[in-house]
C-alpha cells in the first residue's frame, strides 16, 4: 500500500529551486500577497502554483530592469 505525499515547498525551498535570494522571493509573497497553503510547524509551505506565480513576477522584475 502506497500513499500519495503531495510535498509543499517553504519559502527557503522555492528561493533555491528558483536559485533566487530569499529576500526577493519573500518580497514578491509580501507584494503580490500570495497566500501560502499551509504551515509546517512555524514555516509556511506554498502549492506549486503559488511557485509558479513567484517565479513569474520575479522574470518579470527582471526584465523590467533590463530594459
Do not use: C
Not at 497566500?35 to 522584475?61: C, K, Q, T, Y
Amino acid at each position: 500500500m502506497s500513499a500519495d505525499v503531495t510535498i509543499l515547498p517553504t519559502v527557503g525551498e522555492i528561493a533555491r529551486r528558483l536559485n533566487k535570494p530569499l529576500h526577493r522571493v519573500e518580497y514578491i509573497i509580501d507584494a503580490r500577497r500570495i497566500r501560502p497553503e499551509g504551515r509546517a510547524g512555524n514555516a509556511r509551505v506554498f502549492s506549486e502554483a503559488a511557485v509558479e506565480r513567484i517565479a513569474s513576477e520575479l522574470r518579470r522584475i527582471d526584465e523590467e530592469r533590463a530594459q
